[in-house]
């Protein structure tokens, strides 16, 4: 069933199951898939909220919402809901319109969005995110997010001047001896674009352009 998806929103749906078993739910329900989607991929929402106050209450508002029972085994492999089956099968829909070869969680964020009267789908609605903006996003992430979720007086904009900028400082600093590759540009919450070129990383400002850390190897211990 999962032999398309890439293994975050693999994770995802593991992370998912996990969360149903703590909650002591017998089904795997909307706002569990949510707070997979938050613990294995909360840059991603982030990305589309732009509000970090706003993706850090989603998990409070579901315990508030939700009733808990006493917690299940986690080897348990706790059903879908119908609602998340009809989630999952939205996933793959806005994968194939989309000519994407693999279903990401993008588009378990944007499957949750069509299940408009779920739980899942109504906290984020309240957030004030929309599937709209979210297919926009994922089709066209340069373009997307520099115009539609970047202050107006944003020194970087788009992620070509991210590009240009990060690998300006790595010429600087390493010269030609380390190969990057092509560059992945990724806007973060707080308005930071991370730059990666295969060992290469780059953190930079996008208020400002102001370079928040670089270098080669693990961007682990780096936070925005």
Excluded at 24 to 35: F, K, N, Q, V, Y
Excluded at 108 to 114: E, V, Y
């Amino acid at each position: 069933m999962f032999e398309r998806y890439t293994e975050r929103a693999r994770r995802v749906i593991f992370y998912a199951r996990y969360e149903a078993s703590q909650f002591g739910s017998p089904m795997i329900e909307t706002e569990h898939l949510l707070l997979g989607l938050l613990r294995e991929d909360k840059n991603m929402v982030g990305r589309f909220l732009q509000d970090l106050p706003a993706v850090e209450s989603i998990g409070e508002e579901i315990k508030s919402r939700t009733t808990s029972r006493e917690k299940a085994s986690n080897w348990i492999d706790l059903p879908l809901t119908n609602e998340c089956k009809r989630i999952l099968a939205y996933a793959l829909e806005e994968s194939e319109s989309l000519k994407h070869r693999q279903i990401g969680t993008e588009h378990l964020l944007m499957g949750i969005l069509r299940e408009e009267e779920c739980l899942a789908a109504t906290i984020l609605y309240e957030r004030r995110l929309r599937l709209d903006a979210v297919r926009q996003g994922v089709s066209h992430p340069s373009e997307s997010f520099s115009m539609q979720f970047l202050p107006n007086d944003v020194m970087v904009r788009d992620s070509e001047t991210a590009t240009r900028i990060a690998i300006a400082i790595w010429l600087a600093a390493y010269g030609g001896k380390t190969a990057g590759g092509v560059p992945s540009v990724d806007l973060l919450v707080s308005h930071v674009w991370r730059v990666t070129a295969g060992p290469l990383f780059a953190f930079i400002q996008g208020l400002d352009g102001k370079v928040l850390s670089m270098g080669i190897g693990s961007m682990g211990n780096h936070n925005v």
